[in-house]
């Protein structure tokens, strides 16, 4: 959803547009938006997907993978009927000790040219949470 500046100052006449975002398929596996953080420095919207296998939104399943993705120039592109994610990556072909978590946030620490430090925290829907501490480097 994307409001208007002052959004919190008057939350009932504010005007608020919904903007879909089309998330692709990868690998036969239908993840969705756990998290959004934009990066003023690169004019950047990052995203957590994740995936689990339930027949609804509010009972835990079978945990799937989860993703980092990314549209780049989001300023320019809020207008569009429908964001497109630019480019995702699945975390557990990064690193096994994604495997069988379901990262659900994300924060950015540093920003430096290409390169970010990124904190994830993850659920495994076993009473853990687990804290990452990961390098990411784009290139365009």
Known sequence: AITEVDFWER?????????????????????SVSELCY???????????????????YDDGIIGNSYIGW???????MQAPILTIDQIVSLT????????????????????GMELTLHLVSDNDNGESKLFKIGMTLTR
């Open 71 to 77: 549209i780049e120039n989001i300023t320019g592109k």
């Open 11 to 31: 939350q009932a006449s504010a005007l608020l547009k919904i903007v879909p975002v089309k998330i692709p398929v990868v690998a036969d596996d239908a993840p």
């Open 93 to 112: 072909s990064v690193h096994r000790d994604f495997n069988n978590e379901k990262v659900e946030g994300l924060c950015v620490e540093t920003v430096n």
């Open 39 to 57: 990066v003023d420095k690169l004019d950047m919207l990052l995203m957590v997907l994740s995936s689990e296998h339930t027949s609804n939104a």
